[in-house]
């Protein structure tokens, strides 16, 4: 019997949510890995503020970017192993919706995070205050697209030997529109221009991934588990 | 003819450009005709093996 | 229906086998001579440019790689495709045989760029949209041949690279514009085009007899390597010991 779509995603959404909790420590990895990039950056580069507000954007990004490839192990590896993902792909019911709902928690718990303490590192890069609401908002929406895109890898590399890097050389290619419009959002915050251009597009990307990438995850996933 | 090589000065980029192009056109040739011969081999030793 | 035989025999190995015998000397030898004549139509007869003088000639080996790095990507993912909806194994042989050749094209592309680059721009490496995109692209080609390599089961290996070839597809038109894009929010001072010069007949035609010589010499190496792929696929099929023997 075919529940309706939303309904399930809801219920795996409130599982892995509920799962998540249980080990609140892993959740603050991701965001400490942030931390940790976005410091060495300069400490390689230079102390110079100004210089640093320069990179200020591809810093933030390169570092969300490889924050969030190495939390999208965690996308489906625990329940490929424990066979959870076998009985949602036998369950009857829509693999595509639970798989999304999969990815939104991914982002609630990763990526919104990420976006929401980026103002602690761009004060660090020199970002100037009247640019941070534009930097959360931009890392958030490309954080969400993100996860999207990472999820059609994580499926696709499901069956592969040592998954971990290859997942994160299929994304990259994949993530380049996501990173040059949404680090082209961030420096126009800095600089002081209109954000609008870049977070249109990033948008439309978005929207493209929220309607295609749960579809191609969940044909990846099948293959995957065949 | 050394006008021809000199290519208005352009002969040092030029000539290993199209070494590049003729070589990887080369190289994609003499592999696929190696793969092949290779794949042509295993199959007649598999076959000699297990008739 | 005629159409539906030549489907069918489309997707019969021994059938593609044979075809691929049979038309692979022609093909071959076309290419060949168109090749022969392009170059020389292109570095001999062609005149040389009025502001890029002799250099505009690396066109003639650069354009044809990044248009085939190009195509061969497209015709890796319209033969994933038919091999996941029509669940063909030619079809997904094809794919496997198309990647390593694209690869190259891909660095020839990346490597001629380079060598036109530094007497235009004086500089070996610039990120210009094109050769930029290029890159991007050797990953996709350097991302689906390690996800092939990197799954054993080879069923499983044809699918899932076969879904990556597919939405590398869709991405690229995506990744050409966002790279368009983000070259052009930093405007440099020298305009950097790669060198399309406004060309006339005597210097277009050997371009375009290019573009056909390297179509045709990919169709046949294509043809060469689904043939070694079918041997190692079909290797216990009746019709593999005709072909050997």
Redesign the interface.
Known sequence: MKAPALEVARLVAARDLRLAFRKPSQLLQPLMFFMIVATLFPLTLTPEMSRLRDAAPGVLWVGALLSSLLALEFLFRDDAQDGTLEQFALSGQSLTWMLFAKTCVHWLLTGLPLALSAPIAAVGLGVPAGAMWSVVASLALGGFALSLIGA??AG??L?????GV?LS??T???A??IL??GA?ATHRAIVGMEIAP?MY?LGA?TVLGVT?APL?AA??VR??L? | MSEFFSMSGYGIYLWPAFALGIGVVVLNLVMALSSLSTARKDARRRLEINP | MATWTWFHRLASPPHVYGFARRWTPWIGGAAAVCMVVALYGGLVLAPEDYQQKDAFRMVYVHAPAAWLSLMIYTTMAVAAAVGLIWRMKVAHAAAAACAPVGAWFTVAALGTGMLWGKPMWGAYWVWDPRLTAELVLLFLYLGYMGLRAGIEDPNKADKASAMLAVVGVINVPIIKYSVEWWNSLHQTPTVMKMGKPSMDTAMLWPLLLMFVAFALYFAAVLLIRLRAELLRRERNASWVREVVT
Request: hydrophobic share 55%.
């Open positions: 059609i890898s696709l590399t069956g592969a030997r040592r998954g290859l050389l299929l990259l290619p994949l380049v529109p040059i419009y082209d870049p597009l990307i295609l191609a044909a990846a293959i995957g065949e």
